[in-house]
Each structure stands twice: as C-alpha cells, then as structure tokens.
C-alpha cells in the first residue's frame, strides 16, 4: 500500500484523499511496480525488521518508503521561527495590555495628573487638560494662568483633587450625575475617545470664560497679558471677549491721545467666580475733560501750541479732553489792532482752567497813546480859541460835553493860555472791556503835565503857572475809522507801577 506524500501515514490504492490530513493520494505510474514492491506473493511475507534494499536513486516523489513502516517528514526551520515569533507576539501582546491597563487607567491617570499639578510641570498638564470649547487648544502657554493661581493659593490643589475624586467614584458607579457632578469645579473628569483603540482615554476639562470690557474713551486699546485683544471702536465701549482658560490674568487699558496718554492695569481672577461663564470688567479711565475761565468767548483755544479749532464757548460746552496735567492752555484772538496771545497756563489738577487773555499788546499801546496825545493837544487848541471844532479823537457824547464848556467860557468872557509839558502813561493800567454795543472800550491812567492859566477878557497881565493832573481815560475804540476816541475823564491821585511811557512837549 502507498503512503501519504504530506503526513506519511498509509493509504489505500483506491483513496482519493488521506484520510489523516486531507492531502490528495498520488500513485505511481506504473502500477505493476507498485505491486511487486509493496505486495508480496503468498509463500514469502514480508520481514519487516531487515534492512530495505538499498536505492541508488531518490525515493519517489509520493512519498512511498519501500518495505518500511509509516514515517512523518520533520518541521522545517522557517515553520519553527515563525511559531517562535507568534508565541513572542502573544506574550508581548498580553503583558502589554496589562501594562497598558495600568498605565491608562483611571487612576493612574488622576495620579499623575496630581503629581504634575503639584510640581507646575504645564508641559505634563497640558497633556491631560481640555477645554469643553473647540476655540482653545490647550498649551503650555495658556495654563500659566493657572498656575499663577495655584502659586497664589497652593490650598486650592486639595480643592481641586477631592473634586476629582468624588468624580472618579461617581464614574465607577456609573451614577447618572457624573456628567454634571462639579458643575463648580474647575476640571470635570471626562472619557475623551480611547489610546492605541484600546484603552480608555482620560482627560480633565475646563469650562472657559469670557470678558465683559467697559472702558470709556474711544482708541483706547485692551491687553490681557501684554497681547491687544481689542481696541475701543467709540466713547463708552463695550465688547465680549474670549474665550480663556481659567486663572489670573493681568488686564491692561492704555489710551495715547493727542492731549494725555491714560493707562490702568487690573488683575482679574476667573477662578473667584467659578461657574460664572462672563466676567464684567470696568476699565473706565480718570482723564479729566476741562473747562476754560476767560473774558473771550469768542478766542481761540490752543492745547499743547496747537490750534484745537476750537472757540472758548465751544471748548466749554462739551468740555475738552481728556487732558493730562502737563497739557498747556493757550488763547488767541484777533483785535482790529493785530492778533494777541495769553501766556500758556498748565493745566496740572484744575478742570476749570481760568486763562487771561490781555488784549493790550504793543500796537495798542503805542495807538492809544497816540490817540490821547492828539485829543490833548486839541484840548488845548480848542479851548484858547474857545473853538470846540478843533477838538479830535473824541466820542460825540464827549464832544458835546467840552462843546458846552466851551460855550459857558464864551458866555462868561473867560479866556485859556497854555500848553503841555509832559504826559505819563501808566501802562500797566490799561484795561480792554466791551460795552452793551459790543464795541471795545479801554481805561488808562495818565499823569499830565502842563504850564496854563485861565484869566478873564481884557486883562494884559498874564501868568501861566506849572500845573499836573492824574486823569484816568475812558476810550471808546472807533473801528471804522481804526482809532481810540477819549469818552471822558475822571481824577485819580496816583500811578501804581513803574511800567510808564513818557511823552514832553
């Protein structure tokens, strides 16, 4: 009988198939052979413990071992390596998975997330800690804000870990309300997809918060941690912004304007109010918007040696500003007589800024004394002829009164000879005013000096005699014909300052 070619066990002549492992039988070609090998005839049987006759050639292919019993063929080396390999494979695959299980779990988890907490290792944390919102990517940088925290208050660790805790147990419970448990923790233990699609994975997630920012002047721009987060779109500004992770954060407003540079720097603390998803913040800034004190509503304001294209009636209706206290104030209007200036006036802690403005300047002066000058000469001249046409620079009402004295010496045969000797103006005394006819008027002391004498018609023996007077001038300014006229007189008895012009005749 043949014998299997796979396993070697022993087939019959009429088997398609062995019937110990399935392998299809082959016979040999030629088959008379195969009988006078394989069956012996019926006087001689087989000694099956001799030697088989030696072969000088291979054994056939099918596997036939002559005149011997059934033999299996033996395990090749690459079958052997490959069971070596798959034995190792399991064994790493099992110790892997155990090692992975404790690695990976729960609690080892919550161990490690501990231990990086403790230490402030945020290359560690930012491994384990999501944010519930998809617009913040969890990274060394962002957790510094909580680490700030815990550095501030190193008690709020055990807050944070017996938080984790209770959740764990409510996890391993299966409780329903894990989800929701800590609604006023700062991390929600969560299961976050799985690790090598095997093990659970385990993460700590915080709930972010937004700011409310309110600040008060338009431009002024909002930093959280030196990085601009926003800038002021108008006066009385409001916007959300958002989202951080919790922790303390240093908020900055600045305002650079054209008159003051504003800043304030508040430090928040989300974590105060935990479970609150919007802070509002106030970051009003104290500019100071000022008024100005001056005679002139109608003058020019200048802050800083720039023209605000403002009038002081303008500037005061809404208020200028904001102004530190370094700005100056300066005014300026244009006279008939030529623009004038005030001195700049620093602002410092007023918010009611009084500025003179002086309208007196050296055209004005020297115009006004001028004008006086000639209406004394004429004085003099009018009343010796006792002739009030000659009079100039005087006001109708004026003329009228002195046109009546005249008169009255004319009535009375009285008679005038002199003349000026000397005029002091007290400089410092003038003062510039407007009248219900919106027109300008000014006052000024003046000290004059003249040899005169009044005697009656016919007398031949005349003496003048050295006389002085101080007046103080009433002027009306004539803006048509752009001249002081003298409006009156009135005594005074002294000169108060040494800023004086002299005129001799």
């Not at 790493?92 to 501990?114: C, D, E, M, Q, R």
Request: aromatic share 10%; hydrophobic share 35%; net charge negative.
């Amino acid at each position: 009988m043949p014998f299997c070619d796979q396993c070697g066990n022993q087939v019959n002549a009429a088997d398609k198939f062995c019937e110990a492992c399935g392998a299809p039988v082959v016979l040999p070609a030629n088959p008379e052979q195969f009988q006078s090998q394989v069956e012996p005839n019926n006087q001689q049987a087989p000694v099956y413990n001799q030697q088989p006759p030696a072969f000088t050639q291979q054994p056939p292919s099918y596997g036939y071992i002559p005149n011997g019993p059934s033999q299996r063929r033996k395990m090749g080396k690459k079958s052997k390596i490959a069971i070596i390999i798959a034995a190792v494979l399991i064994v790493l695959g099992v110790a892997g998975y155990f090692t992975g299980s404790s690695v990976f779990s729960k609690s080892k988890v919550i161990s490690n997330f501990n231990k990086a907490l403790s230490e402030r290792n945020v290359k560690e944390l930012s491994k384990y800690i999501v944010s519930s919102d998809p617009r913040i990517k969890v990274d060394e940088k962002n957790i510094k804000s909580l680490i700030d925290y815990l550095n501030e208050d190193p008690s709020y660790l055990n807050v944070i870990m017996s938080s984790i805790n209770e959740q764990s147990k409510l996890m391993d419970s299966k409780a329903e309300d894990v989800f929701n448990s800590g609604s006023d923790s700062l991390f929600k233990l969560k299961k976050k997809g799985k690790t090598f699609l095997v093990f659970n994975k385990y993460v700590f997630e915080v709930e972010p918060f937004f700011i409310n920012v309110h600040t008060n002047y338009k431009n002024a721009q909002i930093y959280l941690d030196d990085k601009l987060v926003c800038t002021a779109a108008k006066d009385d500004f409001t916007k959300k912004v958002g989202p951080y992770i919790p922790g303390i954060y240093k908020i900055k407003v600045q305002y650079k304007g054209e008159y003051a540079t504003l800043e304030d720097t508040k430090q928040i603390n989300s974590l105060s109010g935990l479970g609150n998803s919007v802070m509002d913040l106030d970051l009003n800034l104290d500019g100071r918007n000022i008024t100005i004190d001056s005679t002139f509503d109608d003058a020019k304001v200048f802050l800083n040696g720039k023209d605000t294209g403002l009038t002081v009636q303008q500037a005061n209706e809404n208020g200028i500003g904001p102004v530190d206290s370094n700005v100056t104030v300066m005014l300026q209007k244009d006279f008939p007589w030529g623009a004038v200036k005030s001195d700049e006036v620093k602002v410092e802690d007023q918010t009611d800024v009084s500025v003179e403005l002086n309208p007196v300047n050296d055209t004005l002066k020297n115009q006004m004394m001028d004008n006086i000058n000639q209406f004394n000469l004429s004085d003099v001249a009018a009343v010796a002829a006792r002739d009030a046409t000659k009079y100039v620079n005087m006001t109708p009402s004026f003329y009228t009164a002195l046109a009546s004295n005249i008169q009255d010496m004319k009535n009375s045969k009285r008679m005038f000879k002199g003349k000026y000797t000397k005029i002091i103006y007290d400089l410092d005394s003038i003062a510039i005013d407007t009248n219900s006819s919106n027109q300008y008027t000014a006052e000024i002391v003046v000290h004059d000096f003249f040899n005169d004498t009044y005697y009656d018609e016919g007398d031949t023996n005349v003496a003048a005699s050295d006389n002085d007077l101080i007046w103080r001038y009433s002027l009306v300014y004539d803006q048509t014909n752009k001249k002081w006229l003298v409006d009156g007189l009135s005594r005074e008895y002294s000169i108060g300052s040494q800023n004086t012009k002299e005129f001799d005749f």
